[in-house]
T-cell receptor, first 112, second 114 residues
């Protein structure tokens, strides 16, 4: 089953612009993670934010988490054509041997 | 870092045949591995949880007799798609959890059933 929704489903921006993707989920979480997937390829782990954290940065990535609204956002600043990919949020409901539950994803196209 | 491998990376088979996909944790022991399926332009959907030494737990709507999962050791889980049909064509991804937070994903196996 899928945890929730991501929006937008597709996003097209010019190189140099910022891209913001949102993720909503339904149940309590231990942490939330963002992944990137190029077409036809495997997943690349981008960033993990724990339930007691509100914001996290990694290079050009900024992730926020609002557990009261059960939502997260991923901001990619100064986007590049190479950032073109699908981005998924995944929630980890508990600690221990539980699977990640993925959102539907956002397809980002960065036009040079 | 920890690595999870999958073999094969892609496979093409005829309708009605069976295909086995291997998932290995290369430098850690994984008592639990997970199998996901991803159709084109869709997200990953959990198919089943593979438990070492016991039966797999399947998600609702996933046929356990069609998707056979064996977790024979702490580093290997296999998914066998039996009597494959074109609608089984998909991208199959396994993952293994190491520790409380970290889950490692395999590179995926693309199955095409003709």
């Amino acid at each position: 089953s899928q945890q929730g929704e991501e929006d937008p489903q597709a996003l097209s921006i010019q190189e140099g612009e910022n891209a913001t993707m949102n993720c909503s989920y339904k149940t309590s979480i231990n942490n939330l993670q963002w992944y990137r997937q190029n077409s036809g390829r495997g997943l690349v782990h981008l960033i993990l934010i724990r339930s007691n954290e509100r914001e996290k940065h990694s290079g050009r990535l900024r992730v926020t988490l609002d557990t009261s609204k059960k939502s997260s956002s991923l901001l990619i600043t100064a986007s590049r054509a190479a950032d073109t990919a699908s981005y998924f949020c995944a929630t980890d409901p508990y600690s221990g041997n539980t699977p990640l539950v993925f959102g539907k994803g956002t397809r980002l196209s960065v036009i040079a | 870092g920890a690595v999870v491998s999958q073999h094969p990376s892609w496979v093409i088979c005829k309708s009605g045949t069976s295909v086995k996909i291997e998932c290995r944790s290369l430098d850690f022991q994984a008592t639990t591995m997970f199998w996901y399926r991803q159709f084109p332009k869709q997200s990953l959907m959990l198919m089943a949880t593979s438990n070492e030494g016991s039966k797999a737990t399947y998600e609702q709507g996933v046929e356990k007799d069609k998707f056979l999962i064996n977790h024979a050791s702490l580093t290997l889980s296999t998914l066998t798609v039996t009597s494959a049909h074109p609608e089984d064509s998909s991208f199959y991804i396994c993952s293994a959890r190491r520790g409380a937070d970290t889950q490692y994903f395999g590179p995926g196996t693309r199955l095409t059933v003709l």
